[in-house]
């Protein structure tokens, strides 16, 4: 199983991103889904996370300007970034519980993208 992430960059304060994540392989089934990242000198945390019934939970610092969400046809998870912040800037990481045919569920990583937000 592998997941890529796609979508980070530069983005202006106040603008707009769209990260996007898709998981490949030998996968039966995908539960909850999600993002994290990691600024320099800090340690990793959430922004947010989706379940397999499309629950939703925010880093209180990305509820209002970020919205999660899921394809499970494309076994893709999107994070829609708006209003960004100087302190947006982060890599960011995506995450998904998977199960496949040799493995029961576990968790899986992606490489994860950087994000700098920058005037």
């Known amino acids: 199983v592998q997941l890529q992430a796609s979508g980070g960059g530069l983005g202006q304060p106040g603008g707009s991103l769209r990260l996007s994540c898709v998981a490949s392989g030998s996968i039966l089934s995908i539960g909850a889904m999600g993002w994290y990242r990691q600024a320099p000198g800090n340690q990793r945390e959430l922004v947010a996370t989706?379940?397999?019934?499309?629950?939703?939970k925010y880093a209180d610092s990305a509820k209002g300007r970020f919205t999660i969400s899921r394809d499970n046809a494309k076994n893709t998870v999107h994070l829609e970034m708006s209003s960004l912040k100087f302190e947006d800037t982060a890599v960011y990481y995506c995450?998904?519980?998977?199960?496949?045919?040799?493995?029961?569920?576990?968790?899986?990583w992606g490489k994860g993208t950087l994000v700098t937000v920058s005037s």
């Open positions: 995450y998904a519980f998977i199960a496949t045919i040799r493995v029961p569920t576990k968790d899986y």
């Open positions: 989706i379940t397999g019934l499309n629950t939703t």
